[in-house]
């Protein structure tokens, strides 16, 4: 399940606001740098974040096992043609590539949430953005995290049901409009628990956050941030160099 899990790994120690930085950092290269290359480059980034929170790319994936057919499915598309030649293999590599740097920012994605506890993410985004609509962005992050493994509990549920009750034998329509009606009753039944709660809890616009420190880690890791940032920057002021007039 996509949810933070405690550890002792160089990741966990990392102040969120680093992480941030650093994801950010990845996202502005990767899609400054689409070629085989770049990305080839930029794989050997996520692996090495992967092991420095002591997470496989297998288990980074996994969580996002139903996103991964579409993003195979988009450059089979691509390829394909109304009339001959009815195939053209050469159509499929930018999506390809593209879906492929969508795999590297969700592998680092999933170290984040991994890595990160759900308060010390609050506490970065309310750092980040100051001010009450900080408040409202950290509140939702905190939300979306917690939210999110408990619905993701009640579908796995609901399918265990479903399948208890022979529901593999029924059609494909009627499965999915099981899994998705008692799905979605759950998902109101739990937001309606959830408002209840911060009612009763008084949701406060200025929490006492948990402490956040850089330490030495954390400006190693700041700085190899930076290199990134400025890989990723390079092109783009290349070709903003070039399309200047020439000068008289």
């Known amino acids: 399940m996509l949810s933070y899990d405690p ?3 160089v990741g966990h120690r990392l102040d969120p606001r680093t992480k941030l930085v650093a994801q950010s950092c990845v996202v502005v290269a990767a899609f400054a740098h689409t070629t085989p290359r770049g990305l080839a480059a930029l794989t050997v980034v996520v692996a090495a974040a992967l092991a420095a929170c002591r997470l496989s790319p297998p288990d980074a994936l996994a969580e996002f096992r139903a996103v991964l057919p579409f ?3 988009g450059p089979a598309l691509e390829s394909l043609r109304l009339s001959a ?3 053209v293999p050469a159509d499929a590599v930018p999506p390809l590539l593209a879906s492929y740097r969508t795999v590297l920012l969700l592998a680092l994605a999933a170290a984040y949430v991994r890595t990160t ?8 985004v309310a750092w980040l953005v100051p001010g009450r609509p900080g408040r409202f962005l950290a509140v939702g992050v905190s939300l979306v995290f917690r939210f999110l493994p408990v619905l993701q509990a009640d579908v796995r549920r609901v399918r265990s049901a479903m399948q208890a009750r022979l529901g593999t034998e ?3 329509r009627d499965r999915v409009r099981i899994v998705g009606v008692a799905g979605l009753r759950r998902a109101l039944g739990r937001a309606d628990s959830l408002a209840l709660a911060l009612r009763a809890r008084c949701l406060s616009w ?4 948990p402490p956040l420190r850089l330490r030495r880690a954390d400006y190693v890791a700041l700085a ?3 290199t990134l940032l400025l890989w990723g920057l390079l092109p783009t002021a290349g070709s903003l160099a070039s399309s200047l007039p020439a000068p008289l």
Do not use: K
């Open 7 to 9: 550890g002792d790994s």
């Open 71 to 73: 993003l195979l499915v």
């Open 85 to 87: 030649p009815w195939v």
């Open 117 to 124: 506890p759900v308060r010390d993410s609050e506490a970065a």
């Open 170 to 172: 029924r059609p494909v």
């Open 206 to 209: 200025n929490p006492t956050p």
């Open 224 to 226: 190899a941030s930076a």
